[in-house]
């Protein structure tokens, strides 16, 4: 039994090992881009969840809710596979064949790298249980971080169905019980959802066509981009909520991000592209691919860049935000391992605009 408990610890490990080296270049970019706000999003971990105990008014919690469901679920979604040992998950059999250890395990590893539950569980330790008790919902809070997680690793469809709907309680609900139960009630019913996903198969097939059945066949590469999305507009939108005198700058940042998320579609498309690339070829179709891919990964991009304008207005630099998408565009198919490099160039340019203007 020790040895598998062993096991699943350095494959989990070695699987974050490699993530974290996948990551290294964009990640070590971004944090010396913005290094000085790293320290302050670490304190608005903490701030949000304070907001979550001393609150104005209880549609300040649930937003506060929502968007932190949101974030622990992107976050999760990207260690799952290690927490799992997804490569390795069928052979775990051949080391022990108790379900019960491994469910240990998997909630074992999974708490090792929940570090939302783990910041909001230490702010209640702190507070000590009689303070907890006077806000109860901390406690749902809690309950509701555990159940969701546990609902990614094992049926990902429950999880989405419940992401949705909290996101649509969330602009309606405006008191914290009514919203929690909403939430509760939606889990349980999600539990009747198929656990396993099935994507719908296109009877014809064009050089346009076939993007939407790979999307259809494999949503996690749209479904990640839109959390992120929401989740990026929806923190722009309390920030210039409380601090107006700052909104420009916030919703060039927003849609910079946005622009960031979907216009690296085009990495996952071109994979595609590349991949079948002797299949197009015979067929004549390997410059219609390209195409294709370049106009349905921009058509996305300005959409979704459309909606954030239509959230948030735009002057003279909001609108130039789009101008990024073909450049980014350009650089994966050219020059893959300098996008990072070249979106941060991007960012300082028109921020640095924009300060020498205004």
């Not at 590893?109 to 000590?128: D, K, P, Q």
Request: hydrophobic letters at 55%.
């Amino acid at each position: 039994m020790i040895h598998y408990y062993r096991y699943r610890l350095n494959a989990f490990r070695v699987e974050l090992k490699a993530l974290r080296q996948q990551l290294a270049e964009f990640s070590l970019l971004l944090g010396t881009l913005f290094f000085i706000y790293v320290p302050s999003l670490a304190m608005g971990v903490f701030f949000a969840l304070g907001k979550i105990v001393q609150y104005e008014t209880d549609s300040e919690v649930i937003r506060v809710t929502f968007g932190f469901l949101l974030l622990q679920s992107l976050l999760l979604q990207t260690l799952k596979s290690a927490v799992l040992d997804t490569a390795h998950r069928n052979y775990h059999s051949s080391i022990l064949t108790s379900r019960l250890h491994k469910w240990i395990a998997d909630q074992g590893l999974l708490l090792m790298c929940h570090v939302l539950f783990l910041a909001a569980l230490a702010m209640a330790l702190a507070m000590g249980w009689q303070n907890v008790m006077q806000v109860p919902h901390l406690l749902l809070f809690l309950a509701a971080q555990l159940a969701l997680a546990m609902t990614l690793l094992y049926r990902p469809i429950s999880l989405f169905a419940v992401l949705v709907s909290a996101f649509g309680m969330a602009l309606f609900i405006e008191q914290i019980t009514v919203y929690y139960a909403g939430l509760f009630t939606m889990l349980l019913l999600s539990l009747f959802l198929p656990s396993n996903y099935q994507g719908v198969k296109l009877k014809r097939i064009s050089t346009y066509t076939y993007w939407l059945q790979w999307a259809m066949e494999q949503p996690w590469v749209l479904i990640w981009r839109f959390g992120l999305t929401i989740l990026t507009y929806w923190c722009t939108w309390v920030i210039v909520t409380e601090r107006p005198d700052l909104k420009s700058y916030y919703v060039i940042m927003a849609q910079l991000f946005a622009v960031l998320w979907w216009g690296t579609l085009l990495i996952d498309t071109n994979k595609q592209v590349l991949q079948f690339s002797r299949f197009w070829s015979s067929i004549s179709k390997l410059d219609s691919m390209q195409r294709s891919q370049c106009v349905v990964v921009f058509s996305v991009t300005f959409t979704i860049w459309l909606s954030g304008v239509g959230i948030f207005g735009a002057g003279l630099f909001e609108l130039l935000t789009i101008l990024v998408t073909p450049l980014l565009i350009w650089v994966i198919l050219r020059f893959s391992r300098y996008l990072a490099l070249v979106w941060a160039v991007s960012v300082v340019a028109i921020m640095l605009a924009k300060v020498l203007v205004s």
